[in-house]
T-cell receptor, first 116, second 110 residues
């Protein structure tokens, strides 16, 4: 398994501002993903964080709104830009060890954002 | 596109009763299927992972079955306890991308 730490765990933000969420893993992982869980909803994949290159975004998500960095195999950030109340969600980092060849994914505790 | 459905959306049982949670998916070409537990306001805890070549997995009181041909998975929780109260999510994996169901919220009454 992997131990995944996310910061901040929660925050209250003002409309129009931006917030960066950090994801730190205790071991080198091949795959890192960012998910969003809106209130009362299930999880939706935002993007795959690629080391040293641009993230791969899912339909409905764009880099200008959700810029992602992944400078190494253990760390990634997700920025939620120009926030509106509709961005109030839990944002979760997820990782997989491709070498393990099981496809099992592990999740952080999530970052709960409330936008006023 | 993979669509995952979970039935029922909510379940309330007395302590000691066995739980049966259902998950169905539309694309049978999955790599694996995972069951997660989520407590309110928290992240996801992986419970069981079933590879596409497997029929079931067991961990303690939990047993999950997989029938790829019919696009179904079932999570059984034996002898439920109040601590089992949570939302249970199933997710089908295609190329490391998970498609989640909406979850089943379980309440176990003491």
């Amino acid at each position: 398994s992997a131990v995944i730490s996310q910061k901040p765990s929660r925050d209250i933000c003002q409309r129009g501002t931006s917030l960066t969420i950090q994801c730190q893993v205790d071991s080198q992982v091949t795959m890192m993903f960012w998910y969003r869980q809106q209130p009362g909803q299930s999880l939706t994949l935002i993007a795959t964080a690629n080391q040293g290159s641009e993230a791969t975004y899912e339909s409905g998500f764009v880099i200008d709104k959700f810029p992602i960095s992944r400078p190494n195999l253990t760390f990634s950030t997700l920025t939620v830009s120009n926030m509106s109340p509709e961005d109030s969600s839990i944002y979760l980092c997820s990782v997989a060890h491709r070498r393990a060849n099981t496809g099992e994914l592990f999740f952080g505790e999530g970052s709960r954002l409330t936008v006023l | 596109k993979q669509e995952v459905t979970q039935i029922p959306a909510a379940l309330s049982v007395p302590e000691g009763e066995n739980l049966v949670l259902n998950c169905s998916f539309t694309d049978s070409a999955i790599y694996n299927l995972q069951w997660f537990r989520q407590d309110p306001g928290k992240g996801l805890t992986s419970l069981l992972l079933i590879q596409s070549s497997q029929r079931e997995q067991t961990s303690g009181r939990l047993n999950a079955s997989l029938d790829k041909s019919s696009g179904r998975s079932t999570l059984y929780i034996a002898a439920s306890q109040p601590g089992d109260s949570a939302t249970y999510l199933c997710a089908a994996t295609n190329d490391y991308k998970l498609s989640f169901g909406a979850g089943t919220t379980v309440t176990v009454r003491a």
